[in-house]
């Protein structure tokens, strides 16, 4: 019997641990810094809103620190008026949805927020 009670109270705390995703096409239409962008988000059934994406995982500098600038030029390029896939959780305290970006180069799917951390413009969190 403690067995069984051991077993159930693990299921209950390890399903309190997940957190939903939610997988979204959308539109980054505006690049506010390397870790922060506002995207438009298709829901399906002609369903659309407009919200801030906080990029999960990663820290870039702020805009006005050193790499700030190089981090969200970077993030622009890349995304800027572009068709993204967004992989969201839970918005943050600041109301952003924190979430995993990923665009298309050459028909290949990339994650943005690893990219960033790959080429040194962000820290993992």
Same mark, same amino acid.
């Given at each position: ?30 690049? =506010?810094?390397?870790?922060?962008? *506002?995207?438009?988000?298709? %829901?399906? &059934? @002609? ?5 801030? #994406? ?8 702020? =805009?006005?620190?050193?790499?700030? *600038?190089?981090?969200?030029? %970077?993030? &622009? @390029? ?5 068709? #993204? ?14 979430? *995993? ?25």
């Amino acid at each position: 019997m403690r067995i069984f009670l051991i077993f159930l109270c693990s299921l209950c705390f390890a399903e309190e641990d997940v957190k939903p995703n939610y997988v979204y096409s959308a539109v980054c239409l505006r690049v =506010i810094d390397g870790d922060t962008i *506002e995207a438009e988000i298709d %829901y399906g &059934f @002609k369903q659309k809103g407009i919200w801030k #994406i906080r990029l999960l995982r990663i820290d870039c500098p702020e =805009i006005r620190e050193k790499g700030g *600038e190089e981090a969200r030029n %970077y993030v &622009f @390029k890349k995304i800027e008026g572009k068709e #993204i896939i967004v992989k969201s959780q839970k918005p943050d305290s600041f109301g952003r949805y924190l979430g *995993e970006i990923y665009y298309y180069q050459d028909k290949i799917q990339i994650n943005l927020n690893q990219e960033l951390l790959d080429k040194k413009l962000a820290k993992e969190r």
